[in-house]
């Protein structure tokens, strides 16, 4: 047993040293394999150094060689531009001697224009004097003399002359202003509804008038209290009447009758309920009122809190014509006359729209609707040109820019024309009749008619007692009467009439 592990440990010690050696014999034989390598990769890393340079320097002589012949080509350059300069230099040279000749040239000349000049002087004078000693005055008087007698010639000529230019210049003006009112006129047209002071409501049926009286009247105290309109209950079948002289008033009464109506509950809390709710929409539907208004003329930059306002105007009337309406109706109507006089159609338009917007301020605001107006506009940062466009509408302001006489225009033309305004029919003919007697009153006035709906007087004076001056004054005196006395929208034309007959018998 001994001997046999001693066997195995001497062929294991045997085979440890063979081992060893054939590792050893591997790694020599791996060694001389990589230093071969080695030294193929360093001959060619040699070689292809040896290229670049070559490639290197094969470059650099080509690059040389090209700055060579360009810098011997701008040698070149610099040698023919070198050889300019030296001529223009000649030339100058050349030309400054021209000059200096020419320059003592002209200087002789002019010395000896000079001379002259003074001998023809001299002889004008020696001319003068013997002429002033001979005519008997002097050249001042006889330049005098001379031009009173052809003002005198020519005075009358010259009077004619000047009446007919500014007669055809004033009929030239009057022509083009109204050709070009009545091109504006023609293209706009709306329809005008005269304003009441009361507003029917048609009830589904004839039991709902006791449901809106109640019990002892409370439910129509109520309605009547918080809504501040009168309701008409009469014998009319299944119609009601609301009255009152505020649109606004009278539109707040009717949301809130059809509001209860469709509840079917009408009692003092549900009607309270209702005016509340009523109010809010009411206030809505002002601003959508306001928001059409500037969409209509193409208005996008407004604020809402102008347009809030503007939409109050639709519940607001002037002589029966609904203010909104008219303001609508302004801004196209300007808009077209500043395009037709190459003015600024977008300021005239918003200065049309907004002319009475004071008007939809409550009355116990202190100013008049013009003041108001500026004021909020200011407030609400809207352009000034706008402003002074609006602010001379009634003549309060003067006229700064000239879209205020088209905005001014404007209104004239639209509360003016047949069916836009409606007075009462007694103060109508009042109106008329006071125009008339104020006319009358005045001495030399034979009669007086009031025309076309009382926007003009025609005056007839007696010739006699009347002259052409007269008449013009007597013009002006009637106007500023009517203007004291007389309140009246839009103007009146006062038309002074001085007819002269001469009469005789052939006998």
Request: hydrophobic content about 40%; cysteine-free.
């Amino acid at each position: 047993m001994d001997l046999t592990w001693l066997i195995y440990g001497g062929l294991l010690f045997f085979g440890a040293i063979a081992g060893y050696f054939v590792r050893q014999s591997l790694a020599a034989r791996q060694a001389n394999s990589l230093e071969q390598k080695l030294k193929v990769q360093v001959e060619q890393a040699k070689n292809e150094a040896r290229e670049i340079i070559l490639q290197a320097k094969d470059k650099a002589a080509a690059l040389f060689e090209t700055v060579q012949k360009e810098e011997k080509e701008r040698k070149i350059q610099l040698s023919q531009l070198e050889q300019r300069l030296f001529k223009k230099d000649e030339d100058l040279a050349k030309q400054n001697k021209e000059l200096s000749v020419r320059e003592q040239s002209l200087k002789k000349e002019s010395e000896e224009l000079e001379e002259v000049k003074t001998d023809v002087g001299k002889t004008r004078d020696r001319a003068l004097t013997q002429l002033e000693k001979i005519a008997g005055f002097t050249t001042k008087e006889a330049r005098e003399q001379l031009l009173k007698q052809i003002e005198d010639e020519n005075h009358k000529e010259l009077a004619l002359v000047l009446q007919k230019l500014e007669k055809e210049r004033r009929e030239e003006i009057e022509k083009k202003g109204l050709d070009v009112i009545t091109t504006a006129l023609q293209r706009y047209a709306r329809s005008h509804i005269s304003e009441l002071t009361t507003t029917s409501f048609l009830l589904p049926s004839e039991e709902l008038k006791g449901k809106i009286i109640g019990r002892e009247g409370r439910n129509i105290r109520t309605l009547e209290r918080l809504t501040g309109a009168e309701i008409i209950i009469d014998e009319s079948p299944e119609i009601i009447t609301i009255s009152s002289f505020d649109p606004m008033r009278r539109e707040l009464t009717k949301m809130v009758l059809e509001k209860l109506i469709k509840d079917g509950r009408i009692q003092p809390a549900k009607i309270e309920e209702k005016v509340e709710e009523s109010r809010q929409e009411l206030n809505k539907r002002i601003l959508e009122l306001g928001e059409a208004a500037a969409y209509e003329l193409g208005i996008v930059d407004l604020p809402k809190e102008i347009l809030q306002i503007l939409g109050r105007l639709h519940f607001r009337t002037s002589y029966g014509q609904n203010v909104l309406a008219h303001s609508v109706e302004m801004a196209h109507i300007a808009g077209m006359l500043a395009v037709e006089l190459n003015l600024n159609g977008e300021v005239a338009k918003k200065g049309a729209l907004l002319h009475d917007l004071g008007k939809a301020i409550d009355h116990e605001v202190p100013g008049t609707h013009v003041e108001i107006g500026r004021r909020l506009l200011k407030k609400y940062g809207v352009d000034e040109r706008v402003i002074k466009a609006m602010e001379a509408h009634h003549e309060e302001y003067p006229y700064s820019i000239p879209e205020a006489f088209v905005v001014t225009t404007a209104d004239v033309l639209s509360g003016a024309r047949p069916g836009a305004r409606r007075d009462s029919l007694e103060h109508y003919f009042k109106r008329l009749t006071d125009l008339e007697k104020i006319a009358t009153t005045f001495p030399g006035v034979q009669t007086a008619y009031a025309l076309s709906a009382g926007r003009e007087i025609r005056v007839f004076v007696v010739p006699e007692k009347i002259d052409d001056f007269g008449a013009l004054q007597l013009a002006k005196e009637i106007a500023g009467r009517i203007q004291s006395e007389l309140k009246y929208p839009g103007e009146i034309k006062v038309n002074v009439i001085r007819e002269v007959r001469a009469v005789e018998y052939a006998r």
